[in-house]
């Protein structure tokens, strides 16, 4: 039969479908009647439905079911209410992520079907769904019709190859714009499309043809590479490669090299650790697709591809090719008028001039990058997927030009712009942008908890999106993707691999179990400090409920509270996010305990099952220590359990659970008077040791790190030794500072002596956190919360203070460098704040700590004794310094008292000697007046008496002096 037969027989039979189809909607009104429409193709059955509205008598309401879906009379239910239609069509089956639940929950539910839907349901289905009904819902599908349509395979052969014209001709046009994956450029369930298409042409004999099958390479290479299926992407572009170069087709060629070229790329961020071959077999690549536009006389296609290969050159830093290559795509772009690429251009300049320390030349340069991108349209910014990245990177271009000519606070404002956008765009440079910064702070202006904080943020990334093995002391947060393709899906966040290697992916289904189980509305997750409560709850639980969505009662909103200082706004501001991200948005945050109630209550007539997850609990006891508060908050979580549709899940340290007794007498029947019973309590313990080796194993290979068996082997026995179990704290601790010390081996572990000394590192680098001025008192502090016991004692600020000060530190330790020091601890998860009232306390996080620092007691003995000897050796040489400088105080006072003294009895004597002349004066001339002698007698006479009392006059004054 020819294919034009064929086409004619195809479209006569669906025609004939159609009007049976039609027939029975319409005398099947107001009854249960189940029509199972199969057809494999997206186009026919847009053009069978269209067709069907116009032929049919009856309104006719659609359902397009949503990936997340789990059940289907629920969504009909959901969707419906208390209307009754006249016909139901479902379409998206194909696209369901949970078919198998879905197709079983249909089977248990038929009777709900049969009983509540009083009309036709038409569903959608193709040959795929067709076997699962039969496998998983045999009793609900033996109730439908069967109605068929189809089409002659040569027909979608057609299609197909006018799709993928179309889809080199985009690619051409957008050239490194952006990465449009297929499930953006095809329609919904194209690849079941292709391989029904497929399986036709082989039921009926008919050969692919070299075109279509090297169309279909290309296509499921890029299928391959958008899930990081590298070698197969590589392997399906090189059979397509193969045909075309046969054809000569130089532009399909070119775009083939570049697809491969950015295979090769995408396996260099993959093996950071051995990038360079890959990096330079990408260069090849794009030298291939570049000299084949060239070739073909497309110097525009040049133009739209030729910044891939200078973004190699970037990684290979090869700075004299990267400055050659960019030159000429500046002059390119200068004449296409491509401002975005222009950008760039002025951007791989400017890296260049900073290797090349040319620093004015460089700031230059990126301040004309950002000036250039200033000029971009907004629709041109949408479209290119390179603007968020090329603005980023020219303002850290720029700040670091900044930094090098002295200009630091304006340095720092361009990095703190440059950080504003999504990391999950460009993941490494967003991580270049935090160390920049951090090392602005840290160096230049020796903040150093703003440099922490951002030291944080940047570990936080990395583990994010797999660059991190280990997060250390850190809250493991859900994985996230990167976006390195347009598709029509969401980014939506996933479980943190953590979660799933350590073998605790059961742990969050239990959880889940119990959310969806109708009598279990509270669940209290309890375990000992740094067992992973926190993380299981951030990084598994609640990215799986937001992956989830659905259960047997509705959507699952899961609305999370971790501070509890003022918790009734938080936890409204909280929900009113939720409620945002699924397009409900309340006309004001609920910022009572009333409002919260109405709202929580709405949450059921939204078919929305609610779970309120109060994390880290113990903390609210510390931030609301009366009673009367925390009777207020227990009566909300009466109110809370009272009301369908709400589960509640707290989480706290094991040695709190005696805080939760206040609860047996809220009078909830939920809790019954038993707040600690089994079916309320869930435990977390630690890992057992075959989980822990595979959660080293698959970490360490997804991020490029790569431990040796026989180190990962030795490593978990360390870390078992003592319990026969891994700490999970104990284990990111130690990992993520054999990351950073580049520890592979088993011989390079086995060198550093033992797990212990990794952990005193890892102190050592929490430390250096708090700067070189800061260390003395960090140490400190440290050894301040441990004691002589072994043990972790609770300390307020003030009682540290004091302690300081007794340690007779001679107030090394400051106000502001205390507040510092416990800050960082805190932060970096080594010291936990335990609010209460009248003062904070603190406590280090973990027991097997304190051995580690206790060890440094001998160490910090002989410093401090160090430092009080040379404080005593500097004082007594003050003492010494200040006391002859009062001696010879007193001895210039003594000095001059005695001058003064002197000199008063000096006047004294002469006084007297005056008196004493004046006397013997007025006796010699009475002697002389009675002296009847001659004269010569009376002048000897008087001569002698004078020459007498001077004479005594002289003696006098001698003898005193």
């Not at 290697?501 to 189980?517: A, F, N, Q």
């Not at 000992?528 to 659905?550: F, Q």
């Not at 105080?889 to 004493?916: F, G, S, Y």
């Amino acid at each position: 039969m020819s294919e034009s037969q064929f086409s004619a027989e195809s479209i006569a039979n669906n025609e004939k479908s159609l009007q049976e189809l039609k027939f029975d909607l319409e005398i099947s009104q107001g009854q249960f009647k189940l029509i199972l429409a199969h057809c494999n193709y997206g186009s026919l059955r847009q053009q069978m439905v269209q067709r069907l509205r116009e032929i049919c008598s009856v309104p006719i309401r659609e359902i397009v079911l949503e990936p997340p879906v789990k059940k289907l009379y629920s969504r009909i239910r959901e969707e419906i209410r208390n209307e009754i239609p006249s016909v139901m069509m479902v379409f998206g089956l194909e696209l369901v992520s949970d078919i198998e639940h879905l197709l079983t929950s249909m089977n248990s539910e038929r009777e709900k079907f049969r009983k509540d839907f009083r009309f036709p349901l038409v569903l959608w289905i193709n040959d795929e769904i067709s076997q699962n009904l039969s496998r998983l819902a045999p009793d609900f599908k033996s109730w439908g019709t069967r109605t068929e349509f189809v089409i002659v395979p040569q027909m979608f052969s057609h299609e197909l190859q006018q799709q993928t014209d179309g889809l080199f001709a985009r690619i051409l046009e957008w050239g490194v714009s952006q990465f449009v994956s297929n499930d953006a450029i095809f329609s919904s369930g194209y690849r079941q499309e292709i391989k029904a298409a497929l399986r036709d042409l082989t039921r009926q004999g008919q050969n692919i043809e070299p075109a279509l099958q090297a169309n279909l390479n290309f296509i499921q290479g890029r299928d391959a590479y958008t899930q990081d299926e590298i070698d197969t992407a590589l392997a399906q572009y090189q059979q397509s490669l193969d045909f075309w170069h046969h054809s000569n087709n130089l532009e399909r060629q070119g775009v083939l090299w570049f697809h491969m070229g950015l295979c090769h790329c995408r396996r260099a961020e993959l093996d950071s650790a051995g990038s360079r071959p890959h990096w330079q077999k990408a260069k090849d690549s794009f030298e291939q697709c570049l000299d084949l536009f060239e070739q073909a006389d497309s110097p525009d296609l040049v133009a739209k591809f030729i910044t891939q290969l200078g973004e190699v050159w970037r990684q290979l830093k090869d700075w004299d090719k990267l400055h050659q290559l960019a030159q000429k795509s500046q002059q390119l772009h200068q004449a296409n008028g491509n401002r975005v690429l222009l950008a760039q251009d002025y951007g791989f300049l400017a890296e260049v001039a900073l290797e090349r320390r040319n620093w004015n030349e460089a700031n230059a340069l990126a301040t004309r990058a950002l000036q250039t991108l200033e000029t971009v349209s907004d629709e041109q910014r949408q479209h290119w997927h390179l603007y968020p990245l090329l603005l980023a990177r020219s303002q850290l271009l720029l700040a670091r030009s900044q930094r090098q000519l002295g200009q630091v606070e304006e340095a720092v404002a361009n990095l703190a712009r440059a950080k504003e956008g999504k990391p999950q765009d460009h993941p490494q440079l967003y991580i270049q942008i935090l160390e920049e910064l951090r090392s602005l702070y840290k160096d230049e202006q020796h903040q150093y908890l703003k440099a922490f904080q951002v030291k944080q943020e940047c570990r936080s990334i990395e583990q994010q999106f797999r660059f991190r093995a280990f997060i250390g002391a850190g809250r493991l947060q859900s994985q996230r993707q990167v976006n390195r393709t347009v598709t029509l899906s969401s980014n939506q966040e996933e479980l943190a691999q953590e979660i799933i290697d350590s073998g605790r992916k059961p742990t969050v289904d239990e959880l889940i179990s119990r959310i969806e189980s109708r009598d279990k509305k509270l669940t209290v997750i309890h375990g000992l400090s740094g067992v992973g409560k926190s993380s299981l709850v951030n990084a598994g639980l609640v990215p799986a409920l937001k992956l989830k969505k659905s259960s047997s009662t509705g959507d699952i909103l899961a609305v999370t509270l971790r501070a509890y200082n003022n918790w009734v706004k938080e936890l409204g501001k909280n929900l009113a996010q939720e409620l945002n991200s699924r397009e409900i948005i309340l006309p004001s945050i609920p910022d009572s305990r009333s409002t919260l109630i109405q709202e929580l209550s709405r949450n059921g007539q939204r078919n929305l099952l609610t779970v309120l997850i109060f994390d880290q609990f113990e903390e609210f006891f510390f931030a609301c220590p009366s009673r009367q508060e925390q009777q207020i908050f227990f009566t909300f979580l009466k109110e809370c359990l009272d009301i369908d549709y709400i589960k509640i899940i707290l989480s706290l340290r094991e040695d709190y659970l005696h805080y939760l007794l206040p609860l047996n007498n809220i009078g909830s029947r939920v809790i019954n008077q038993d707040i600690l019973g089994k079916t309320i309590l869930y435990q977390l313990g630690n890992l057992q040791p075959e989980a822990a080796k595979n959660l080293i194993k698959n970490l360490t290979m997804r991020s490029s790190v790569h431990f040796e068996e026989d180190l990962i082997d030795q490593l978990v026995n360390d870390l078992a030794h003592d319990l026969g179990e891994v700490r999970p704290i104990e284990l990111q601790v130690i990992g993520a500072q054999m990351q950073t010390e580049g520890i592979r081996t088993l011989a390079e572990y086995q060198q550093v002596g033992s797990k212990e000394t990794l952990v005193q590192r890892y102190l050592e680098e929490v430390i250096e956190d708090c700067g070189a001025e800061n260390e003395q008192a960090a140490r400190l502090v440290l050894y301040l919360l441990t004691d002589e016991k072994d043990s972790r004692p609770l300390k307020t600020r003030t009682e540290l203070e004091k302690e300081l000060k007794a340690s007779e530190t001679n107030g090394i330790v400051e106000a502001d460098e205390l507040d510092l020091v416990l800050e960082i601890f805190r932060q970096s998860g080594l010291v936990l704040l335990l609010p209460e009232t009248p003062s904070n306390r603190y406590q280090l996080v973990h027991d097997y700590l304190v051995s580690f620092i206790r060890r440094q007691q001998p160490k910090l003995k002989e410093e401090l004794e160090e430092e009080r000897k040379q404080r005593i050796l500097a004082e007594g040489r003050q003492i010494i310094a200040e006391e002859q400088q009062r001696l010879e105080q007193e001895q210039r006072i003594l000095a001059e008292a005695r001058d003064n003294w002197r000199r008063r009895e000096i006047k004294k004597i002469i006084l007297v000697q005056v008196v004493l002349v004046v006397i013997f004066g007025i006796l010699l001339l009475r002697a002389i007046q009675e002296c009847k002698s001659n004269c010569k007698t009376r002048s000897s006479i008087a001569a002698t008496i004078v020459s007498v009392v001077f004479t005594r006059i002289h003696t006098d004054t001698k003898n005193f002096v």
